[in-house]
Each structure stands twice: as C-alpha cells, then as structure tokens.
C-alpha cells in the first residue's frame, strides 16, 4: 500500500512531491505537532471512507493543516526572470528599464504584518476560530499555487493528493527523524527537500 502511495505521489505532481516530503519532515521533527495531527485530523476521519474525495473536502482541521503546509513549503518559491519595463524605485532600491528581478513571491507568507511567528507551524493557524485573520484582510498574501489568470490549474488534485500521501503515512506509521541529522541540509531554495530521512515505526 504505501509503495502504491509513494509512486502515484511521485508520478502525477513533480510539485507535490517536495511539499508531502517537507510536511512528514514537519511532523518527524516536532513530536506533538504530529500527535496533534492524528488526534485533530486523523482520528475525525471516517476510515472506511479514506478513499472518498468527499472525506478530505469536508474535514476543516485537514484544510486548515494543508494550508499551513503550502504557506510554508509551497511549490516554488520563486517568480523567475521579469524584464522591467519602466524605472521605478522601491524603498532604497531602484531598478532601471531592461533589468532581470527574480521575485520571491512566497515571502509575503513569512511576512509577520500578517502572520503572527512566521517561522512556526501552527496547525490551526487557518482556523475560522482563529482570531489572528490578518493574512485574509488583503488580496494576494497567500500565494501557495499563485493567483488570478496564472494560478495553477491542478491545484485541487494538488492539494488532495498531498492530503491521501500525509493522511496515507501518518495514520500507518510513526515518523522519527533521524539522530544527528540535519533536515537543513537537504533543502534547495526552490524546490523543497532533495532527499528525505525518516524513521518510520508501524502503528500498533
């Protein structure tokens, strides 16, 4: 079942390959982070229905957790290669007509005037009961598949196929990291983890 799970994850989405690494990574690295998972999400899950598109649609905890997932580990972090067309000045920065500018455009999601403690995973950060809701007072703070006529068109098999793989592993196995092992290391700027290092225990 897993080795299934492992090589539709791979096949269909190059992107979500990377995202579903960084979220198990998450959860290895933070014990109540995941315990929290399987309680909030896992455990409110019908299991006779995991293979139901409708199971993971109407689960808020699941959305709100993949959400958080993407904010901080979205599928590229960069928007490559815009010639400027006019000279304009931004802050101290000036930039003349014809220069490259390779935009960071996921960087707004670590931008504490709307989000609390950037840098932290907060499972229930999305939250409808949350009251810290300033991501959602402006357009465009929250850019995990892009916006407008780019926004990505798979999004929403992206995002449930994340959720099967997460939902799929958590739910079978304990996840450890690795003793001595930096999970730094294996990030690219862009693309997310190049490999990935647990220790999985099966679930009794």
């Known amino acids: ?24 990574i998450q959860l290895a690295t933070e014990p109540q982070l995941q315990k929290d998972f399987i309680k909030k999400v896992v455990g409110k899950m019908d299991q006779e229905k995991f293979g139901e598109y409708q199971t993971y649609e109407k689960n808020e905890e699941l959305g709100c957790f993949t959400k958080e997932v993407l904010r901080m580990y979205g599928s590229s972090g ?7 067309v006019k000279e304009f000045s931004l802050g101290k920065y000036k930039f003349f007509r014809g220069t490259l500018v390779n935009v960071p455009f996921n960087a707004i999601q670590f931008d504490e005037q709307y989000y609390s403690k950037p840098n932290e995973f907060r499972i229930d950060r999305f939250s409808e009961k949350n009251p810290d809701q300033k991501w959602n007072q402006e357009r465009n703070t929250y850019l995990p598949f892009w916006s407008g006529k780019r926004a990505c068109p798979a999004r929403h098999l992206g995002e449930l196929l994340i959720q099967q793989f997460i939902i799929h592993i958590a739910r079978n196995f304990e996840l450890k990291r690795l003793e001595n092992f930096e999970f730094a290391n294996v990030y690219e700027p862009d693309l997310g983890p190049d490999e990935c290092f647990l220790r999985i225990k099966p679930r009794v």
């Open 1 to 24: 079942m897993v080795e299934n799970a492992v090589a539709v994850e791979q096949s269909f989405v190059g992107g979500a390959r990377n995202i579903t690494e960084s979220a198990l």
């Open 78 to 84: 960069m928007l490559d290669d815009r010639d400027v």
